[in-house]
């Protein structure tokens, strides 16, 4: 089984250009997540789709992010434009929606985008 | 306030001993799930556990195994037999339901090294 496919894995880009990254979650997995991780912290969750539905985009930078996952499959993530405090690692994550079998799955995480922003 | 915390930015281990790794949570939520992930220096995330509040029995997959003491709110991840190839991140992480959906928050790692 394929895992989390995620692209570019490096991006440097300079402050104020646009960058996107793209995500193509596991077969089968209706739930998919963006998350940011910051060098030496743990993810933090940016968005969340259930099919093609944002059901929660709360910690989402509306300003300058937007993400879109059409037909409920692969998803991708824009920032316009980027700021130095962009740099991170965003993760793509997919999973069962909460429960299958009555089993509780972790996420499938992909291998990340590295940003750097200078 | 920090939801999961992870009291030990470092740990070391020797090979073939165990090593038990801390986390500690906070909600009031009666239902809510208790997730451990492993990040080497590739950078992707493993899932290795998961816990959830009703469970009656701790935990196991293969080596690791989760410590829950549901009344202390802790969720300690131990891992038996330790190996070189367990030289990584590892993030304590949690599901709770809030306002109708559910958030999903992780510690800020613990960095385990294990010395052969």
């Known amino acids: 089984e394929a895992g989390v496919v995620q692209s570019p894995r490096y991006k440097i880009i300079e402050k104020k250009q646009p960058v996107a990254f793209w995500c193509n979650p596991i077969s089968g997995h209706n739930t998919l997540y963006w998350y940011r991780q910051n060098l030496g912290q743990g993810p933090e969750l940016l968005i969340r789709y259930e099919n093609e539905e944002a059901v929660d985009d709360s910690q989402l930078p509306k300003d300058r992010f937007s993400a879109e996952r059409l037909k409920g499959v692969d998803s991708t993530l824009k920032i316009q434009p980027a700021e130095l405090g962009d740099s991170a690692v965003y993760l793509c994550?997919?999973?069962?929606?909460?429960?299958?079998?009555?089993?509780?799955?972790?996420?499938?995480f992909g291998s990340g985008t590295r940003l750097t922003v200078v | 306030a920090q939801k999961i915390t992870q009291t030990q930015p470092g740990m070391f281990v020797q090979e073939k001993e165990a090593v038990t790794l801390d986390c500690t949570y906070d909600?009031?939520?009666?239902?809510?799930?208790l997730f451990w992930y492993k990040q080497p220096s590739s950078g992707e995330m493993i899932f290795l556990i998961y816990q959830g509040s009703y469970d009656e029995q701790n935990a196991t997959e293969g080596r690791y195994s989760l410590n829950f003491q549901k009344a202390r709110k802790s969720a300690n991840l131990v891992i038996s037999a330790s190996q070189l190839g367990d030289s990584a991140m590892y993030f304590c992480a949690m599901r709770e339901r809030t306002s109708g959906t559910y958030k999903y928050i992780f510690g800020t790692g613990t960095r385990l090294k294990v010395l052969a």
């Open positions: 994550a997919s999973s069962y929606s909460y429960t299958v079998h009555g089993r509780n799955y972790g996420y499938t």
């Open positions: 909600t009031s939520d009666q239902s809510y799930g």
